[in-house]
């Protein structure tokens, strides 16, 4: 989900981390998007490309930190190509989330013991107090024009169930936002 609101801010602060950083989203304008506009260094298409077969090519000495907010099938691609000491960031789950009946678990768990990699659960409310330090750093990283805010807003209350339904079509690209009056 790197088009997402979440992923394209995560992509962003690891770029101002002068991390390299590389998108999974759905479809050929979303990966443009994800390089074009949000300065990711590049993208996989998912539902076109071969994931694997992408991150082999991109990826040749594997992954440092996977920020993953799907989970799922892409989760288990990301296990087998962990670099020695990485990082994964559980954020969300949205590939598995509302299935009716329990997924079965992450098939290549064990790779987290072969490369002595963390996999850790992050819920942003756990942050709260950090807030202030974190806007303060973001808007340094913003007057250095390291990150930009991207927006996807659609305009008038009677919006809220389209804009709120198409999250979970892929609908979005960047931050859903409604701005309810034209004054805001
Ligand atoms: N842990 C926390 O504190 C926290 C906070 C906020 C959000 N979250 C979670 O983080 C995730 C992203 O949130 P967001 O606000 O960035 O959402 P978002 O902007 O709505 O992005 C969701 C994107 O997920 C992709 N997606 C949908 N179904 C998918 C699937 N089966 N496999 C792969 N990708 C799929 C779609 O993009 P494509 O077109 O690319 O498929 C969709 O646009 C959600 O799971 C959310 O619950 C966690």
Same mark, same amino acid.
Do not use: S
């Given at each position: 989900a790197a088009a997402g609101g979440v992923g394209c801010m995560a992509g962003q602060i690891a770029k101002a981390h002068e991390a390299r950083a590389i998108g999974i989203a759905g479809g050929p304008d979303k990966c443009d998007w994800l390089c !074009? !506009?949000?300065?990711?260094d590049a993208a996989i298409d998912y539902k076109n490309e071969d994931v694997a077969e992408a991150l082999d090519r991109l990826c040749p000495d594997g992954i440092d930190i996977f920020f993953d907010n799907v989970g799922g099938p892409i989760l288990d691609i990301v296990l087998q190509r962990l670099a020695m000491g990485s990082r994964v960031v559980l954020?969300?789950?949205?590939?598995?989330? @509302?299935?009716t009946e329990r997924p079965p678990g992450?098939? @290549? @768990?064990s790779e987290l013991l072969y490369k002595r990699a963390r996999m850790e659960g992050y819920v942003i409310w756990d942050q709260v107090r950090r807030y202030p330090a974190f806007q303060a750093k973001l808007k340094a990283w913003y007057d250095q024009q390291l990150i930009k805010p991207l927006d996807d807003i659609s305009v008038g209350i009677e919006t809220v169930p389209d804009a709120l339904s198409s999250l979970f079509k892929g609908g979005n690209t960047g931050i859903r936002l409604v701005r309810v009056s034209e004054d805001d």
């Open positions: !074009q !506009q949000a300065g990711f954020c969300g789950l949205i590939a598995t989330e @509302y299935l992450p098939a @290549y @768990y």
